[in-house]
C-alpha cells in the first residue's frame, strides 16, 4: 500500500480496542450501553482556555466506519481473533449517539467537550480516531487564536504546510487555524476542501533563477500586475531588494495603473527592518505599499515586534502554528463515565492519587453561566435531565472550595451541547467553516473575559458543579475507594 491508495480511516485505531472489542464480544457485553466523555486537563501554552475545533472530521468518520475484506482479512493474520467476532466486523457499522460543544466553542478543563453513548464495542473502537481529530485540530485552532490576538488586528496568515508533521496534518491544520482566526492559507488542499482563501506569491528561488533581482521582480510584476507581492531578503533588503522593488513599482506597475501591493521580509531583525523599509517605501510615494513578514513567529515573537514598534501590515507564520511548537500536545482523553445497567446508565469514576486526574462521572449536562452583561462567568456542571431553578439564586459547589456557600444570581444559563449524531447518522447540518470562525471571534469579542485571554498569568474560568452533581461525585468516589482499598 503507498499514500495514494485509498485508505480505510476506519483502521485509524488502536490495537487494543480491537483486542478490548473482541474480549467484550466473546463475553456476550458488546450491546451494553455505555458513555465515554472527551475532556482535557490542561490549556495550552498556560493559556486562558481553549478552541474546539475537529468535529466535523469525527462525524465524518463515525457515519462511513466499516470493515472491507482487506482489513478484516489482516486482523485474521493476527492469529488471535475468533471467526464469529472477524464475521461480525464485516458488517459493522457505528450506532451510537454522539453529544458535543458546536465546533469553534471556547472550552475550558475538564468539561466533557463530546461524549460518546453507544454500544460497548462501539464506543470502544472509535476512541482513537475521535482524539486523533479533536487533539490535533483544537490545538491548532488555539494556537492560531493566540497568535491572532498578538497581531492585533493585522491579518494572519497559515504559511506551515512544508513544516508540519505531514500531508494531513498541513491540510487539518490549516482548517484549524482558519477556525482560531487566520485569514487564509497557502496550503492548496485546504483551500480546495475547505473554501479556505488561498495565497502565495514567489520563494527566494524564483530570485535566484533569474540571478538579477530586478529582472526577477519585473518578470513577476508583468505575470501578476493585480496583486505584485516582492520578496526583498533574497541578497540585501535595504540596500537591493527595496531600492528593486521600488524601480519595479515606478518603472513596471505604475504605467500600467497598477500599484505595488506588498513586499515579503523573511529573515533578519524584523522589527528594524520594517521600520527602514517603510521609511522607504513612504519617501518612494507608496505609503499603500504593505509590509509582510515571516520567519519562525508565533505569539511571542509577534508581540515583542509590535512592542518594539515595528512596521508590519500582516504575518506569515509557519512551524511554530502548524506545529503549535511551544505545546505540541492538546491531551484530551477519552474516560468511561457511565454503564447501562438494568435499564439506567450507572456512574463510573476514574480514582487516582493525582487529583487532577480523578474524573467527572456519569451523564450531564454543560451549561455556561452568563451574567446581566452576557459575559461568561463560569461553566456548571448538572445531572443529565437536572432541572435548574433559575428563578432564584442558584447554589453551587466550587469543586475546590467545597465548603463556601455561593449561589449565582440574575445569570442565564446555556447548556452548551447538542446532539449530532443519533443511531449512527448525524442529526444536524453542520455549519460552513466561515460561520465556526465568525462564532470564535463572537464569544472572544463579546462573552469571554479579556482577563482569561491574556497570556501571562490569565484568570482562571470556574468549572463549578449543582450540589447534586458534586454530591453524586462524592458519593461515588467514597464508595470506589472503600470497594478498592
Partial sequence: MTQFDKRNITMMMDFYEMTMAHGYFKDHDKDVQVAFDVFYRANPDEGGFAIFAGLEQVIEYVENMEFSEDDVEYFRQQGIFSEEFLAYLSDFHFKGDIYALPEGTVMYPNEPILTVVAPLIDAQLVETAILAQINHQSLIATKARRICKAAAGRAVSDFGARRAHNMDAATYG????????????????AGQMFHIPISGTMAHSWVMFYGDEYEAFKKYAETYPDATVLLVDTYDVIHSGIPN???VAH??????????VGIRIDSGDLAYLSKRVRKMLDEAGLPDCKIVVSNSLDEFTVS????QGACIDSFGIGERLITAK???VFGAVYKLAAVGEDGAFKPRIKVSENVEKITNPGLKDLYRVYDADGHAVADLLAICGEQLDTDKPLRY?????????????????????????RQGKRTETLPALDVIRAYVKQQLDTEIWEEEQRFE???RHYLDMTP????????????????HA
Fill in 174 to 189: 490549516a482548517r484549524a487555524a482558519y477556525i482560531g482566526g487566520v485569514v487564509g492559507t497557502a496550503t492548496c488542499s
Fill in 245 to 247: 522593488a521600488i524601480r
Fill in 251 to 260: 518603472e513596471v506597475l505604475e504605467p500600467m495603473g497598477k500599484r505595488l
Fill in 304 to 307: 515583542s515586534l509590535l512592542s
Fill in 326 to 328: 511551544s505545546e505540541p
Fill in 397 to 421: 459547589v466550587d469543586p475546590q472550595k467545597p465548603w463556601k456557600n455561593r449561589s449565582f444570581e440574575n445569570c442565564t444559563f446555556k447548556n452548551l451541547r447538542k446532539c449530532y449524531v
Fill in 457 to 459: 498569568n490569565p484568570h
Fill in 468 to 483: 447534586d452533581y458534586y454530591e453524586l461525585k462524592m458519593d461515588l468516589l467514597t464508595k470506589t475507594r472503600r470497594e
